[in-house]
């Protein structure tokens, strides 16, 4: 059945959620990473008179508002303002907004009937739960997610997928089409809208294939509780009109497992990588039964898998190798946010007891004391940011700032060792994001040549 027509005259592919000319939609937070910025394109191209609201000032937002401003968009900077809110049909909430069910703004435009809704939701909008992947995690989602496309395009190129969701850009500003596979990694704070307790029950979307890695304690700033944070993380596993029934992934019931492991050769180190690829694996035969029906030989299908991953690089920020100087190796994986993926990061590198690793930052809930232990055993530990007192409890040295903390360790590291960026905090207390704490960490590297 043909989509409505949007506000450019062509036909809309994702009519979800209905008609939006001329409708008052309020988009809540910008973002860090652009899905703010496709929102509200979206919204426009629509026909939808488009608010941005954002708490940061406009000098911090220019480059994203410069071209939203030409396309109509409306601004309220530096604050929000209730009547916005109230007045609103629909609100697009930056998934990053603590405690939303608390939300002042969010209460009082939900009590006005604003329908709220999130990007993602947007981008996945009407597209078939069977063509959609969904892999979340405490640990190892973004990687596992960017394996079973990296694989998915060499073995099935007909199936056209697309990564989306908590890595990359949004997909709003290039739709896929809906037969293409989606493979998305959705955070916690997505899935609460999505598939948790958030949204209204016929805007709720699980996918019809859903992988959770792993749950270990993670944002409970955010979900106050780890009962919430994994009440959210396991929503993606429950039925929704979308999809009544997601097919959950399970690789340590697959009968090929042990032998794809034998066989399986990586560039990126660390076994944590290759529980990450069978994970992946496991994904896609799962994905092909649903959209093929069973096959004959899934063997067959794992070994063409394990064949594609072998030249998969390993994404920016996670256990990245930047560079040598003086014999000294450096490794940035600024993406560990979790005391447990800073400890799988140092089971990944050669010795431990050659490992110099910097950690820390904003501070999370999380219980830090697994990274505080390992001072014990590394080279050195060198604590940052909000955290380094917890980091630095058993030893280690607290100081301050990436740079101080670089400083000290290629000071005290000698040829054959490991300088490793893995805060196992969030960035927000010094950095934007993860992504400008690793480039600052790259281009420190970078200086020493």
């Known amino acids: ?50 608010l941005v609201t954002d708490l940061r000032p406009a000098e911090e937002l220019e ?156 944002h409970l700033d955010w979900h106050r509780s780890l009962e919430h944070y994994a009440a959210s ?22 009968t090929w497992r042990a032998d794809v492991l034998s066989e399986l050769e990586l560039a990126v180190p660390g076994s944590h990588n290759r529980d990450n690829a069978i994970d992946a694996i496991a994904t896609i035969i ?33 256990l990245e190798f930047v560079g040598e100087h003086r014999g000294i190796r450096f490794f940035n994986d600024s993406k560990s946010t979790t005391p447990g993926a800073t400890g799988l990061a140092v089971e990944s590198m050669p010795s431990t007891r050659r490992t110099h690793l910097i950690a820390g930052g904003y501070d999370k809930g999380s219980d830090l004391e697994p990274v505080a232990r390992l001072a014990r055993d590394l080279a050195g530990l060198y604590g940052i940011g909000a955290t380094e007192a917890a980091i630095c409890e058993h030893g280690g040295e607290a100081c301050g700032t990436l740079a101080k903390a670089f400083e000290r360790a290629v000071a005290s590291a000698g040829e054959g060792d490991v300088v490793l960026l893995s805060p196992g905090c969030a960035s927000w207390d010094q950095f934007t994001d993860f992504e400008v704490r690793g480039r600052t960490f790259r281009e420190l590297v970078e200086r020493l040549d």
Do not use: Y
């Open 63 to 218: 480059r994203s508002i410069a071209g939203l401003t030409e396309a109509g968009v409306t601004f309220r900077l530096g604050e929000h303002e209730m009547e916005d809110f109230t007045a609103a049909d629909l609100v697009v909430v930056n998934p990053a907004v603590p405690h939303p069910w608390d939300n002042p703004f969010l209460l009082e435009a939900r009590a006005g009937g604003a329908r709220l809704l999130t990007e993602i939701r947007l981008a996945i909008g009407d597209h078939p739960a069977e063509r959609v992947i969904g892999i979340t995690g405490s640990a190892g989602k973004s990687t596992t997610a960017a394996m079973v496309q990296h694989a998915l395009l060499r073995i099935r190129p007909d199936l056209r997928s697309r990564l989306g969701g908590n890595i990359g850009g949004s997909l709003l500003d290039d739709p896929p089409g809906d037969d293409s596979t989606l493979v998305l990694e959705l955070s916690s704070f997505m899935l609460h809208w999505i598939a948790g307790d958030a949204g209204e029950p016929e805007d709720r979307f699980t996918p019809g294939v859903a992988l959770v890695t792993n749950i270990a304690p993670n």
């Open 1 to 50: 059945m043909p989509g409505p027509i949007d506000a450019r005259g062509t036909e809309d592919p994702h009519p979800f959620p209905g008609a939006l000319a001329g409708r008052r939609a309020v988009v809540m937070g910008l973002g860090r990473f652009g899905g703010g910025e496709a929102v509200a394109r979206h919204l426009r191209r629509r026909g939808a008179d488009v």
């Open 233 to 254: 993380k396991q929503a993606i596993l429950t039925g929704s009109p979308a999809c009544p029934a997601p097919r959950p992934v399970d690789a340590s019931r697959c």
């Open 286 to 318: 799962e994905h092909l039964t649903l959209v093929d029906g069973e096959m004959a030989d899934p063997r067959a299908t794992a070994s063409a898998c394990a064949a594609a991953l072998r030249d998969f690089p390993g994404l920016p920020h996670r």
